[in-house]
């Protein structure tokens, strides 16, 4: 029984060496860190497909091998545990994402849209097709429960216009993983000037997202 | 962020546990585990040393800063300064409460402990709320926040950030023409 274990863990360990060289626990990690930048940042990050996919198939690879042990034994409940714990991150990570695409599903597809042909898609295929869907159903439900009773002219909805954008203005919390030089910190207010901070590695800052959006996108900085 | 999610990622820390059973390797996807043998101490995360506690499995070794001499330093010297002193582990709280709830028959003095961290804590979060207060009287823009927990952090966000918002939202309606006066979000 114990051998079905040994045996997952070190083919795990081999699965993850694909592509960019990743121990399973980096993986983690990293599923841990955009997790939280989802949790934090008030509008919808970049999706990390590969990371829920390699993380997907460890959990099913580890559930593969724990159907083939007894039960009661040991080893298998503490992976069990690991695997839960594994299942809630990505989840909530999932989720949260969901959330914010149902919030704000205009503005997605329309960033979406507008996106250039090598940039990264903001969503995942499945993600996309999720907006899609919702888009369609929120538009027929408001031609269905009101528009059509409408004069002909308020017919329609632009939903643009009528669905708000992420606030990219309001504060956040961040740790500095990388020292960054010379953020400019708008004034708050018009009689105050403006000012540069270095954010040191290591340190913790409350500003606005709107200021250190790119280095949360390009891993400097994460929001706790 | 519920406060239950920051007691998870405190989960993660490492603790040392004396079990009294053995069994070989553990092959985690987050990393290798024991082996474990009875009465030789191991690393484990604290989720698993405390389900291995409750089944009477082990005893939990409480970390290094959980003593009461420390702490009483610590007490005085958070007391004494202005700002946040360093912490010995960035969830000492959720550590202290999962350990004291849980495994308070292996950790020695642990009223004591608990007394003490909660005064700890006291004083920093009263120290938090007047930095607040003044970084919402003087309208800053930014603000260091070294040596802050991520418990602590949580504790003021939703409030601070809320209010934040919603000052943000006052000031830029005032300033007509402004192009950041459309705000939407309610």
Not at chain 1, 33 to 45: C, D, G, R, V, Y
Not at chain 1, 94 to 118: A, N, Q, T
Not at chain 2, 77 to 96: A, Q
Request: with cysteine; charged share 30%; net charge negative.
């Amino acid at each position: 029984m114990s051998d079905a274990l040994s045996d997952a863990g070190s083919d795990v360990n081999q699965d993850d060496a694909q592509e960019d060289v990743m121990t399973p626990a980096e993986l983690i990690a990293k599923l841990e860190e955009a997790w939280l930048n989802e949790k934090f940042s008030p509008e919808l990050l970049e999706n990390k497909s590969e990371v829920v996919e390699c993380v997907m198939e460890q959990l099913s690879h580890m559930d593969a091998n724990l159907q083939r042990v007894k039960k009661g034994d040991a080893k298998a409940s503490i992976h069990r545990m690991e695997i839960d714990r594994i299942r809630f991150v990505l989840s909530s990570y999932l989720r949260s994402r969901l959330r914010k695409i149902e919030k704000f599903f205009p503005h997605v597809l329309e960033r979406e849209k507008s996106r250039g042909e090598g940039d990264p898609s903001l969503l995942s295929p499945e993600e996309f097709a999720f907006a899609k869907e919702y888009y369609a159903n929120t538009e027929t439900y408001l031609k269905a429960v009101a528009l059509k009773r409408m004069p002909p002219n308020l017919q329609t909805v632009d939903m643009l216009k009528a669905v708000p954008e992420p606030c990219l203005d309001s504060f956040v919390f961040l740790r500095v993983k990388d020292r960054q030089e010379n953020i400019l910190v708008e004034p708050e207010t018009d009689d105050q000037r403006e000012y540069v901070v270095d954010l040191e590695e290591g340190s913790q800052h409350l500003m606005r997202y709107r200021t250190i959006a790119p280095l949360v996108s390009s891993g400097a900085v994460q929001l706790i | 962020m519920d406060s239950s999610e920051v007691e998870f990622l405190a989960e993660k820390e490492t603790v040392k546990i004396i079990p009294n059973f053995s069994l070989d390797r553990i092959y985690l996807i987050g990393g290798d585990l024991g082996p474990f043998n009875p009465g030789l101490p191991v690393d484990v995360p604290v989720w698993l040393a405390l389900n291995l506690k409750q089944r009477q499995k082990c005893r939990i070794v409480p970390p290094a800063w959980m003593d009461v001499e420390k702490l009483e330093e610590m007490r005085e010297l958070e007391r004494k300064e202005d700002t946040f002193t360093p912490v010995p582990s960035p969830y000492y709280m959720e550590l202290t409460k999962l350990l004291l709830n849980y495994a308070s028959d292996n950790i020695p003095k642990a009223d004591e402990i608990r007394t003490l961290v909660k005064d700890i804590w006291d004083t920093r979060i009263a120290k938090l709320r007047l930095s607040a207060d003044s970084f919402i009287s003087q309208l800053e823009a930014h603000a260091k926040l070294d040596n802050l927990t991520l418990m602590e952090i949580n504790t003021i966000r939703a409030f601070l950030l809320d209010s934040l918002n919603c000052m943000y939202k006052l000031r830029s309606n005032l300033q007509p023409g402004s192009s950041k006066g459309q705000f939407t979000d309610y």
